[in-house]
């Protein structure tokens, strides 16, 4: 079947890393996008990913495996600004065409002292 | 500044009564799209437009309509809101169809139907 799936919630301590992962199944399949969501606000593209490996920007690094159906964001050096909801995105899910995005339930991050 | 805009940002109404929420981006973006966000639901995409006069359908179009007549506009359209279309809604654009990776995002507009 196909499925789009992140964690519902993480949290972590200001200064540490966390690690918000990102499954999917799906016929089709162009890239991994995420989006940052804090309360209240719209959601702002953060990184996109269509080939496998790591792609980094600032304290912010996002991971695809394909051959996995994988992804995740890498956050570092917390913050507490960086309490959010964190979105996955893939362009073609279920067959769609590369022109449409699906978006993942979204993970809330808090960040405590 | 580069932004997508949205009007109104709150609106509450009743059943039935005509409504428009208007969408409009600076950007010469190609590609808008609208979208509604429900709690623990996600953003879900309601309708796109990859240019004017082109439009289609997204994963959830029951309730609503939209137009592209300008490049620039895309509202939203409720003939007939019923209370399941109480929501957050969202506009989004981006360069193009092919740039639907990074999509810009208008600050959203709550709806509510009573």
């Known amino acids: 079947g196909q499925s789009l799936e992140q964690p519902s919630e993480v949290t972590a301590v200001e200064g540490a890393i966390v690690q918000i992962n990102c499954t999917y199944q799906?016929?089709?399949?162009?890239?991994l996008s995420w989006y940052q969501q804090h309360d209240g606000g719209a959601p702002t593209f953060l990184s996109y990913n269509a080939l496998d490996g790591l792609e980094e920007t600032g304290r912010f690094s996002s991971f695809l495996s394909r051959s996995d159906s994988y992804g995740y964001l890498l956050l570092q050096e917390l913050q507490m600004k960086d309490s959010a909801s964190y979105f996955c995105a893939v362009r073609g899910f279920e067959g769609a065409g590369s022109y449409q995005l699906t978006f993942g339930k979204g993970t809330k991050l808090s960040v405590i002292p | 500044e580069a932004q997508v805009t949205q009007n109104p940002r709150y609106l509450i109404t009743v059943t039935g009564k005509k409504l428009t929420v208007t969408c409009s981006q600076n950007?010469?973006?190609?590609?808008m799209s609208w979208y509604r966000q429900d709690p623990g639901l996600g953003l879900r995409q309601i309708y796109y437009?990859?240019?004017?006069?082109?439009?289609d359908k997204g994963d959830v179009p029951e309730g609503y309509k939209v137009s592209r007549k300008e490049k620039r506009n895309f509202p939203l359209i409720l003939e007939s809101p019923s209370p399941n279309q109480t929501s957050l809604y969202f506009c989004?654009?981006?360069?193009?169809?092919?740039?639907?990776?990074?999509?810009?995002f208008g600050p959203g507009t709550r709806l509510t139907v009573t």
């Open positions: 437009s990859m240019n004017v006069e082109v439009t």
């Open positions: 950007m010469n973006h190609e590609y």
């Open positions: 989004a654009s981006s360069l193009s169809g092919t740039n639907t990776y990074e999509q810009y």
């Open positions: 799906t016929s089709g399949f162009y890239g």
